[in-house]
């Protein structure tokens, strides 16, 4: 089982920039891939980004390509997500997912162990 922690969500204007972290503990030996995902209240959990344990396959989702990044410090056991050029459509609660193997998917069901989560508000 991997301990996830996430960091770095607050309040931004539109515009602006944000980078959540998520540091990981416990199952990092074989390094899993890694997950964004967002949920905002009363809609379903939205993908966001995925790594691979070794960080050469990366997705996104449509809405946040090319202006988020997602990005892995294997040696720091830490994910982390850029957000640039924010929305107030990406406030949500972003929490990160350690995945059942080391290749991404965009499905939330592919990711075992989750961070408890960090708000993100974007105000217009």
């Known amino acids: 089982q991997v301990h996830l922690v996430e960091s770095g969500g607050g309040l931004v204007q539109a515009g602006g920039s944000l980078r959540l972290s998520c540091a990981a503990s416990?199952?990092?030996?074989?390094?899993?891939?890694m997950g964004w995902f967002r949920q905002v209240p009363g809609k379903e959990r939205e993908f966001v980004a995925a790594?691979?344990?070794?960080?050469?396959?990366?997705y996104y989702a449509d809405a946040v390509k090319d202006r988020f990044t997602i990005s892995r410090d294997n040696a720091k056991n830490t994910i982390y997500l850029h957000m640039n050029s924010l929305k107030p459509e990406d406030t949500a609660v972003y929490s990160c997912?350690?995945?059942?193997?080391?290749?991404?998917?965009?499905?939330?069901?592919?990711?075992?162990?989750w961070g408890q989560g960090t708000q993100v508000t974007v105000s217009s």
């Open positions: 997912a350690a995945g059942i193997s080391s290749i991404p998917t965009k499905r939330d069901g592919d990711f075992r162990d």
């Open positions: 416990g199952r990092t030996v074989i390094m899993p891939a």
């Open positions: 790594i691979s344990g070794s960080g050469a396959i990366i």
